[in-house]
């Protein structure tokens, strides 16, 4: 099913057909939840890969051996892509794992009522541009990326595949208040204190780590062990799907390499439009390096 060119439209947002059918959306909308699965949910290039592995090591107490022998898409799958049952069925770990990009609004009331623990992933919404704009020029099962400052409005716009990323992290972060069983976990967090992030999610899971577990788990989620692990860096998906030759999966696995893109220009006005997006927003951010440096002299007075 290769359907490179096809763009799946489902309750107003568009999805890759390579990926998607109206009848795996559907279905995934129907997913009878078991109380016992662990739900990693994110909007693209937030860091999913990551949480993916961590899930993984977690849960096999820091061995690397299923993560490093099943690929990530095979462990953790997609709800709502269209060969999820079958991977499903054929996965290898208990509790079930499963990955969603779908925001809360279309998934929420298929979860209700369920205990399924719920991981939600966020990052700084100029990196996750960045990191999406890059991948769009290697899948090619999304649409031409085009310039940066166009890409830059899609974006802000929610025009692109998976919708608008305001709408994702709002809509998922807000069930906080009613849901006990939501972990909202940071990419920049991950970043800058792995370790404690490994701690924050099995406890969550409820799956205690010795020391040594818990070193084994971040020796085999850093990002260069990531990049070297065919079973999460992506090299297994065809050169007919990917261009391997444009760029990484796993790019930089920086935080802040927007900079790098961004005119001064561009800044403001992704800063005038967030600021009038999270206008109502409580939710607090941490996006930078800098406040690592700020925490830690303060930790040492």
């Known amino acids: 099913m290769a359907r490179l060119d096809v763009v799946e439209t489902f309750h107003g947002l568009f ?10 959306l ?7 939840f078991q109380d016992t699965d662990i739900i990693i949910v994110s909007y693209p290039k937030s860091g999913t890969t990551w949480m993916q592995e961590i899930v993984t090591l977690i849960s096999s107490r820091g061995d690397p051996h299923v993560s490093r022998s099943v690929p990530n898409w095979a462990r953790a799958p997609w709800l709502e892509h269209h060969y999820f049952a ?4 054929a996965s290898p770990t208990t509790p079930r794992v499963i990955t969603t990009h779908l925001p809360h609004h279309l998934l929420g009331p298929t979860l209700q009522g369920s205990k399924a623990k719920v991981i939600y992933v966020s990052r700084n919404p100029k990196d996750v541009v960045v ?5 769009h020029k290697i899948a090619k099962f999304l649409p031409e990326a085009g310039s940066f400052s166009e890409f830059l409005n899609r974006f802000l716009k929610g025009t692109l595949h998976y919708g608008c990323w ?15 069983n939501l972990l909202h976990i940071s990419y920049e967090e991950m970043s800058m204190d792995i370790q404690g992030a490994i701690k924050r999610v099995s406890s969550y899971l409820q799956i205690p780590l010795m020391e040594d577990e818990v070193n084994n788990c971040v020796k085999h989620c850093s990002f260069s062990s990531m990049k070297d692990n065919k079973m999460a860096n992506y090299t297994l998906v065809t050169e007919e799907i990917m261009d391997h ?6 790019r930089k696995g920086k935080i802040g390499d927007w ?7 561009l800044n403001q006005y992704f800063n005038s439009v967030l600021e009038s997006k999270m206008v109502d927003s409580t939710l607090e951010f941490t996006w930078d390096e800098q406040h690592e440096e700020e925490t830690h002299a303060n930790k040492s007075h």
Not at 15 to 24: A, I, K, N, R, V
Not at 26 to 32: E, I, R
């Open 15 to 24: 999805f890759p057909g390579h990926l998607h059918t109206q009848d795996s």
């Open 26 to 32: 559907q279905l995934a909308l129907k997913f009878p």
């Open 86 to 89: 079958a991977l499903l069925e």
């Open 131 to 135: 990191s999406f704009y890059h991948f």
């Open 166 to 180: 305001f709408d994702h992290i709002e809509g998922w972060t807000r069930q906080k208040a009613t849901m006990n």
């Open 245 to 250: 030759k444009k760029g990484f999966f796993m």
């Open 259 to 265: 900079k790098n893109m961004f005119t001064e220009e």
